[in-house]
């Protein structure tokens, strides 16, 4: 895993947990023009070994463990669960703005 790729470093889960994670794509160039929205997103784990929820953009703000927020409509949100204790996972959200753009935020979460 290539850290320089790295965006995010999610808090770690155990392996029987079920979390819901957000990926914030406030910050991201392609969605700071006012009016900018997002959609589809889809979200990809490498290795495999997690499932992931159905991904969904924020109708709500979201209020992240270290204290920051994510606005409404610029984040996307998932539960993940399983995977293997000990195994770093690649997560990678894809969504589409409304302009046409594809930005990809990458994140890293580790299974205990």
């Known amino acids: 895993m ?3 790729d790295i965006a995010i470093e999610f808090e770690a889960k155990y392996a029987a947990e079920v979390k819901l994670y957000c990926w914030s ?3 991201e160039p392609a969605v700071k023009f006012d009016g900018v ?3 589809s997103p889809a979200i990809t784990a490498t290795p495999t070994g997690l ?3 159905t991904p969904s953009v924020l109708a709500a703000v ?3 463990n270290d204290g920051s927020t994510v606005p409404i409509g610029q984040g996307v949100v998932a539960l993940v669960s399983g995977g293997t204790a000990g195994q770093d996972y ?3 959200c894809a969504v589409t703005t409304s302009d046409g753009q594809t930005p990809v935020m990458k994140g890293k979460l580790g299974v205990r």
Request: net charge negative; proline share 0%.
């Open 51 to 53: 499932t992931i929820g």
């Open 25 to 27: 794509f406030a910050d």
């Open 90 to 92: 690649l997560l990678a």
């Open 2 to 4: 290539n850290d320089q």
């Open 37 to 39: 929205t997002l959609s």
């Open 62 to 64: 979201f209020y992240n």
